[in-house]
């Protein structure tokens, strides 16, 4: 019997998982695999923040994956959601109308739009907050 097996015996830890464990183990590793995204997020989006003066956003994005050493697919999730935050700002919410509805309902007026976030690197733009 090597280390290990005497560390962790058979009876201890079975191999097989019930039903009801293998499905909390699958939420718990959707959970985590989640938690990692949303880490990747942010961090890629602190290299949009940091590095805007240098860089294009996307080029920023594309650097952080390349830096981190991040493999596909995941490296394209994380791209996708940042540039789907980056373009929040730009899109103003609508929804479609319900059967109660008369008119639809939009974003609002033309002055009340998001600020664009892609001109950030513009000089004029040098205090670039995070929300």
Known sequence: MDVFGRLFPESLFPRKLSDAAERRLRLAQARAEEAVIRAHVDNALMFVDTLAEELSFDRAIDTYVRVMGVPEPLASTIATRAL???????????????????????????????????NDADPRHRSIKRA
């Open 84 to 118: 789907v935050a980056l373009g929040q700002d730009l899109v103003t919410a609508t929804r479609r109308p319900s059967s109660r509805d008369t008119e639809p309902v939009t974003g609002g007026e033309e002055d009340s739009r998001p600020r664009l976030r892609i």
